[in-house]
C-alpha cells in the first residue's frame, strides 16, 4: 500500500513524523521536545539491549520504504573500514557538493536504536565511544554524517545525556532546560519501534554554507505525496567544529527549521 493510499490517520502520522527529519522531536532553543502526542509514555520502550562489543551484522531488514538498512551486532553501530584517500579536499570541484563513499553500499545505513544512520568508507564515523558515534572528518561531507547521526540518535534515545552532552554544543540555558526535562521524566530513554520505525534514512543533504569551524546543511527526508506530486522536508541544522570532531549546535530562536522542497535537483544524493 502506498503512502498515498494508506489510511488517513497513516498518511498525517507520516506526513508530521517524517516531514521534521527530526521526526517524532524537535529541538526547540536546544530542549529536546516529546510531541509524538499518539505514543502513551507506557508504550516507550526500554533502552535497547545488545552487546556493546560485538561486532559485525545480523540479517539486513527493509524499512517503511522498502529500503534496505543493516542490523549491527553493536547496539550502537558497526564503524566501516576506511579510506581516508576518498576524501574531498577543498580544492575538488565537489568539495561542497560530493557524497560519502561507502553509504550506498551494504552496511552504509545502519539501524542504531531503531533509527537508520549513515556510514562512510571514506569519511566517518570511525569509532565508537561509550555507545557514540565519533571520528568524523573535518569536511563538509564529515559535517553531514554527523549531523543525520547526531540528530537521529537523539530523537531516538531523548534522555541520553551523554549524547547531548559530548555531542551537542548547546548553552547554558539550553542544557539547563535539558535537564529539567529529564529530572521531569518528560523524555523516554528510547522511543518505542512505534515511532522509530518512521526514523528512515535521510534522501540527501545540501550545504548551504561551510568553513572549518562551521557548517550549515539541510537533511531531506522523503515527506508525503500531495496532489500526486512528492514532497521532501527539508531540515536545517547547524555543526560546530569542536575538540577534533563535528556536534550539533541547536537551535536558538522557534524560528522553523524545516521546509517542504518538490525536487532535490542542486542536493547531494547519499
Known amino acids: 500500500m502506498s503512502e498515498k493510499d494508506a489510511p488517513g ?10 516531514s521534521g527529519a527530526v521526526l517524532a522531536l524537535i529541538l526547540i532553543v536546544g530542549l529536546v521536545m516529546y510531541i509524538a502526542r499518539d505514543e502513551p509514555k507506557s508504550a516507550t520502550a526500554p533502552a535497547a539491549g545488545g552487546d556493546p562489543n560485538a561486532t559485525g551484522f545480523a540479517d539486513p531488514e ?9 542490523i549491527p551486532n553493536n547496539p550502537a553501530g558497526q564503524p566501516l573500514a576506511q579510506d581516508p584517500a576518498r576524501q574531498r579536499r577543498p580544492a575538488d570541484a565537489d568539495w ?8 550506498t553500499a551494504p552496511h552504509g545505513w545502519q539501524r542504531v536504536y531503531g533509527a537508520s544512520v549513515p556510514f562512510s568508507t571514506s569519511d566517518g564515523p570511525t569509532r565508537i565511544e561509550d555507545g557514540l558515534a565519533v571520528g568524523y572528518s573535518h569536511s ?11 540528530t537521529y540518535r537523539l530523537n531516538a534515545r531523548p534522555a541520553d545525556r551523554d549524547l547531548y552532552m559530548r555531542q551537542v554544543r548547546g548553552s547554558a540555558q539550553q542544557i539547563a532546560a535539558y535537564d529539567k526535562a529529564l529530572a521531569a521524566d518528560r523524555l523516554p530513554k528510547q522511543q518505542s519501534e512505534k515511532v522509530t520505525k518512521y526514523f528512515v534514512a535521510s534522501d540527501a543533504f545540501k550545504i548551504d554554507d561551510y568553513a572549518d569551524d562551521l557548517a550549515i546543511l539541510r537533511l531531506a527526508s522523503r515527506g508525503p505525496q500531495v496532489d500526486g506530486k512528492q514532497l521532501w522536508a527539508a531540515v536545517r541544522l547547524v555543526m560546530v567544529w569542536d575538540a577534533g570532531d563535528w556536534r ?10 524545516t521546509e517542504y522542497v518538490e ?8
Open 62 to 70: 527493509v524499512d517503511i520504504l522498502n529500503r534496505r538498512v543493516d
Open 9 to 18: 490517520r497513516e498518511r498525517v502520522s507520516f506526513g508530521l513524523i517524517a
Open 248 to 257: 550539533l549546535k541547536p537551535a536558538s530562536s522557534n524560528n522553523p527549521q
Open 140 to 150: 563538509p561531507q564529515g559535517a553531514a554524517l554527523a549531523a543525520a547521526q547526531i
Open 263 to 270: 525536487s532535490l535537483n542542486g542536493w547531494t544524493k547519499w
Open 96 to 103: 561542497l557538493t560530493g557524497a560519502p563513499t561507502g553509504t
